[in-house]
């Protein structure tokens, strides 16, 4: 039976550290504050935003929503973004993607102030992941997956680690994060010939593919720890994964469950950027 990496045992110290960093701020009065835009009503988007809330909540932090309809035009989208971009009291900005299609998404990023960039989707953000210089922030998922390997004291250093995905969002940072961590690092994704076999090779693997249940019992062995970021809703409309849980569980050392894994770190990293985009402020 595989331990269960639980993404509240995770947070729980990462929110301390938030909470703390968030009354030092209070006391020299400034209020950490996420300004979130968002273009139409897509559940993945309202769901990630409820959770995004919900740990601003509790974690003292403001958050202000400009929800936008879905046919808004790019005129009226840029203007909200300059809006934030140039409000002092927001110290973070959120942008739910992808666009609608009739929406030049690459304008909007490049518009997006690189300091206000907490989920890291600016180019700026992306060159502090890719050549470890610090500008910007790196993209919360991954993020969230290193964390999780950190806290279990799970070392990359000498292991072979596949990642199961290859988007600027998820899949390429987890690679250049787990190289930064000294494995050795394999990128999987549509083309890839026999993945089972590339799969079952690695002691670490990170699954984000954004399809049920594509990687089973056939892909794993014993000694893997297993990091699920793939957030799907099943028949039953249940949250799963992209790994089969119940054929993994039985197999691998280590692997996070979902709902309760990757998707809860993520809020707490996102809300850690703000409180430290807002400190940036103050040096
Ligand atoms: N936990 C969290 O906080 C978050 C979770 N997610 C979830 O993570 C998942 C991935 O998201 P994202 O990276 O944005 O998704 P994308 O759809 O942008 O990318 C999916 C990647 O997986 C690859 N892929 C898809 N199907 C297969 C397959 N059958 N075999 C091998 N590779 C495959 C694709 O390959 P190719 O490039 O060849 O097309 C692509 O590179 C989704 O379920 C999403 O909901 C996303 C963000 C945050
Ligand atoms: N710029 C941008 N960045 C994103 O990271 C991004 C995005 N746009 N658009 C939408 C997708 C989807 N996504 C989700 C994250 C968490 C839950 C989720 O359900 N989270 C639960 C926990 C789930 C769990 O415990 O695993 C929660 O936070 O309470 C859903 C969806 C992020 N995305």
Redesign the pocket.
């Known amino acids: 039976m595989a331990k269960q990496l639980l993404g509240k045992e995770v947070t729980a110290a990462l929110n301390e550290k938030i909470k703390a960093q968030v009354a030092e701020l209070e006391s020299r009065g400034v209020k950490p504050t996420l300004g979130i835009i968002r273009v139409g009503e897509r559940p993945?988007d309202v769901s990630?935003e409820r959770g995004a809330t919900k740990r601003c909540e509790t974690l003292g932090v403001a958050y202000e929503k400009f929800l936008l309809p879905a046919d808004v035009t790019q005129e009226e989208l840029m203007a909200t973004l300059d809006k934030a971009n140039k409000d002092d009291n927001i110290h973070g900005i959120l942008i739910f993607r992808p666009l609608p299609k009739h929406l030049d998404e690459a304008a909007v990023i490049k518009a997006l102030k690189p300091e206000k960039d907490v989920d890291g989707i600016t180019d700026g953000s992306m060159v502090g992941v890719f050549a470890g210089t610090k500008q910007g922030f790196p993209p919360?998922?991954p993020q969230?997956c290193m964390e999780i390997l950190d806290h279990y004291g799970i070392d990359c250093t000498g292991k072979k680690a596949v990642v199961?995905?290859?988007?600027l969002?998820?899949?390429k940072p987890a690679a250049m994060m787990l190289l930064k961590k000294n494995a050795t690092v394999t990128v999987?994704?549509?083309?890839?010939v026999d993945?089972p076999s590339v799969v079952k090779e690695a002691e670490i693997v990170i699954v984000?593919?954004?399809?049920a249940g594509?990687v089973d019992g056939s892909y794993l062995c014993a000694g893997q720890t297993v990091i699920d970021?793939?957030?799907?809703v099943n028949e039953e409309g249940k949250l799963c994964g992209?790994v089969k849980f119940d054929e993994a569980e039985p197999v691998v050392d280590a692997i996070t469950p979902v709902p309760g894994?990757?998707?809860s770190v993520?809020?707490s990293v996102l809300v850690g950027h703000v409180v430290e985009a807002a400190a940036r402020t103050l040096q």
């Open positions: 993945d990630y919360c998922t969230a199961v995905g290859r988007s969002v998820v899949g999987c994704h549509t083309r890839t993945m984000a593919a954004g399809r594509v970021v793939g957030i799907n992209d894994g990757v998707g993520t809020t």
